[in-house]
């Protein structure tokens, strides 16, 4: 098999290797560890490092050993855009939301987020509506602690009634400039809050040097959606996926020399 130096693959998680929140499926991660004989590979997802282990990890282990295993796996994995960054297995650096911002403007962006829920009306609602992580705030109007089943109603209900979109609207007009925060939607259920400039471009300072190639796979590439400054970095090639299926075929075209 050539190898080709210098080269960086990296990917978004859900809805790009797997469907939301779901695990990997074989054929897919095969074509991964196929890839990886060839280029440094990695994965940026705003989601925790626990949530990417459970998906890309080994299946069966429990969440320390698939995040031990997720690491080894992949050359580098970003958690939370970036801000929980590994190399070969090796935790390379990790940001804290509230030590950035300050304990006082995340609990006027957490106060603000809960009053907004506490007059939603959905088809159902669940518990644990914001969640705290390193890098970033995640608020979720049904609650993460929905059954598969009701993330994929309220799915289809967002996509319909588009309540996420309208949430960020109101809380970017509340605020104004007053936070400096972003707001990404970047799965099915929630909508992530973070600094200016902690999107998913932050992992690129820790490569842009050492890579000649940078490309980057994601599905939420709109704007509005986690993988669209990324996806429009200069510093990457970008390809906007609408399914796991579409990334591995995009892969074989460009690593494989497959048609089709
Ligand atoms: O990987 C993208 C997103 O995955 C989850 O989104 P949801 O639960 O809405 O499907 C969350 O972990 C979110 O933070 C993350 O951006």
Redesign the pocket.
């Known amino acids: 098999m050539t190898t080709i130096n210098k080269t960086l693959v990296l990917f978004?998680?859900?809805?790009t290797l797997t469907q939301?929140?779901l695990p990997i499926k074989p054929e897919i991660s095969e074509v991964l560890t196929k890839l990886k004989e060839k280029v440094t590979i990695g994965l940026v997802?705003?989601?925790?490092l626990p949530?990417?282990a459970e998906q890309m990890g080994r299946q069966g282990d429990d969440v320390s050993e698939a995040i031990d295993d997720v690491i080894q796996r992949y050359d580098y994995v970003f958690a939370?855009?970036g801000l929980v960054a590994y190399k070969n297995g090796s935790l390379l650096a990790k940001e804290s939301i509230v030590n950035y911002i300050g304990e006082q403007k995340l609990q006027k962006l957490i106060n603000y987020c809960l009053g907004y829920m506490s007059s939603l009306e959905l088809p159902v609602k669940r518990g644990n509506f914001v969640?705290f992580?390193n890098g970033?705030i995640?608020i979720?109007p049904v609650g993460?602690s929905c059954s598969q089943k009701e993330?994929d109603d309220f799915?289809a209900y967002d996509a319909i009634h588009k309540i996420r979109e309208k949430f960020i609207k109101d809380v970017k007009q509340h605020f104004g400039d007053e936070l400096d925060l972003n707001y990404?939607?970047?799965?099915?259920?929630?909508?992530?809050c973070f600094p200016k400039g902690w999107d998913k471009t932050f992992c690129l300072k820790y490569v842009e040097k050492d890579f000649d190639k940078i490309y980057f796979f994601g599905d939420?590439t709109q704007p509005g959606g986690?993988d669209h400054e990324i996806y429009s970095d200069p510093r990457t090639i970008g390809h906007s996926v609408k399914d796991p299926n579409h990334t591995i075929q995009i892969l074989k075209q460009l690593f494989f020399n497959e048609n089709k």
């Open positions: 978004d998680v859900d809805g939301f929140r997802g705003g989601s925790d949530k990417i939370e855009n969640e992580r970033l995640n979720c993460r993330r799915g990404a939607i970047g799965g099915q259920i929630s909508f992530d939420k986690n």
